[in-house]
């Protein structure tokens, strides 16, 4: 009798391990994406989602907070999620948290969609999206809109979500907060935690690639990824201040270095911040005659050191300057713009930087020697013999020359050192 209990214990005891181990094996891989859709954002979301689809994870979950960001970011976004070989949750947290713009197509094309209360959704219109298109052109933006529309409208239906409210977010700008967004079925869930997401989530099954996956979430291990190093500088120089600094930085370097032969450093530190600067440059909407604009008051600062204009180049500069400034990122919304700030200040100091360092170093070019041959030019001495067949000797600072002068120079007369012929100086009677 003892032996069967024995056994129906050890029994219950493998059982109980068995499940425990199963249930500790599933894992889900988190990540964070807190800013703005750009390339850096893409390639931490594809990298992730190889990661976890290696790693075996049920699902990857995506805590979303994002203003929007680039259209053609986002569609990269959108095809990575579409073609993922694992489940792809849009998790639109924590409270406050939004998906503005590019964020509502992010979100529609993800398996689940879920936010967590006082959170937000929508205003999806093509000109949040930072494709720099001019709204006074009817047909082109029209076109731009229809084009949104249709894309929104092909990824509503297949996740079979509400395609009307999408068309609405994007063509009227429509905002929800969580509760409306579940009633509208804009999202699948409204849960406080990523606990209660896991719970929610096990048991249910989504089509993954044409294949049936039921997710086995509860309990779950949570593998949160982090950007990684490269990304995370790439993404703080993607920011339109950072890259319009690193710009100026690169440009003040290259002349300093040009002015000062040998220096190195700033030449070094101009080109490193240069490559950068069109990184991040790559990542924007950059309007290029914004950018020519930005060079061509350099080149009236430069100017205004080497032709006296009483101030007209400096003034030409200045104003070439904001204008370029203002124009150099085309997009009318504020976290891709350059903050007013940060031009004003820039304008300041590039204005300085070309009249005051910039200029020193082309007057101490201009200046007359002050050491070696060069330097003897204009120098006074004494004769200390009579000059005989228009040569003999002088005393300049205390060292005898050879010297020739057309002039008659006797012992004692004082002298002038008008050029300097290797160890022969040429001098003429002081007057």
């Not at 440009?251 to 040009?258: A, K, P, Q, R």
């Not at 940060?342 to 204005?351: M, N, R, S």
């Amino acid at each position: 009798m003892k032996t069967e209990k024995m056994k129906q214990i050890i029994f219950f005891l493998i059982i109980l391990f068995g499940c425990s181990f199963a249930q500790g094996s599933h894992t889900v891989h988190v990540i964070t994406l807190d800013g703005v859709i750009n390339p850096v954002a893409t390639d931490f979301i594809r990298s992730t989602i190889k990661e976890a689809d290696a790693a075996g994870s049920e699902c990857l979950i995506i805590r979303l907070d994002t203003p929007g960001g680039l259209m053609k970011s986002m569609q990269k976004i959108v095809k990575d999620i579409l073609a993922a070989p694992i489940p792809v949750v849009i998790y639109i947290a924590p409270p406050g948290s939004r998906a503005g713009s590019a964020g509502v197509f992010i979100t529609y094309a993800a398996h689940v969609a879920a936010m967590a209360p006082g959170t937000n959704i929508g205003a999806a219109h093509p000109v949040t999206l930072g494709m720099g298109a001019d709204s006074s052109k009817g047909v082109m933006m029209e076109k731009i809109t229809n084009d949104a529309v249709a894309f929104i409208r092909s990824i509503a239906e297949k996740r079979g979500r509400n395609a009307d409210w999408a068309e609405k977010a994007v063509r009227e700008s429509a905002s929800v907060p969580a509760s409306e967004a579940l009633k509208l079925g804009v999202v699948d869930v409204v849960v406080p935690t990523l606990d209660s997401l896991l719970n929610w989530l096990d048991g249910r099954e989504y089509e993954v690639l044409s294949a049936k996956n039921v997710l086995h979430t509860a309990g779950a291990r949570r593998i949160e990824v982090e950007m990684s190093w490269r990304l995370k500088i790439l993404d703080v120089i993607s920011d339109p201040n950072i890259a319009y600094i690193l710009l100026l930085i690169g440009i003040y370097g290259i002349f300093f270095e040009l002015y000062n032969p040998g220096v190195i450093l700033p030449g070094v530190v101009g080109v490193i911040s240069l490559i950068l600067a069109f990184y991040a440059m790559h990542t924007l909407p950059v309007n290029y005659a914004g950018l020519l604009l930005i060079f061509f008051a350099i080149i009236l600062f430069v100017a205004e050191i080497k032709i006296p204009s009483h101030g007209l180049l400096t003034v030409g500069g200045i104003v070439s300057f904001v204008l370029g400034s203002i124009m150099l990122f085309k997009s009318p919304v504020p976290f891709l713009q350059l903050s007013w700030k940060v031009i004003l200040f820039a304008v300041v100091v590039t204005a300085l930087f070309f009249l005051i360092a910039v200029g020193f170093g082309i007057r101490a070019q201009r200046r007359k020697p002050v050491t070696g041959r060069e330097g003897m030019v204009g120098e006074s001495g004494n004769a200390v013999e009579n000059f005989s067949g228009g040569k003999g000797q002088v005393s300049i600072h205390g060292e005898i020359w050879r010297a020739e002068s057309t002039d008659t120079i006797r012992k004692g007369d004082p002298v002038e050192v008008i050029a300097v012929n290797h160890l022969q100086i040429k001098v003429q009677k002081k007057k």
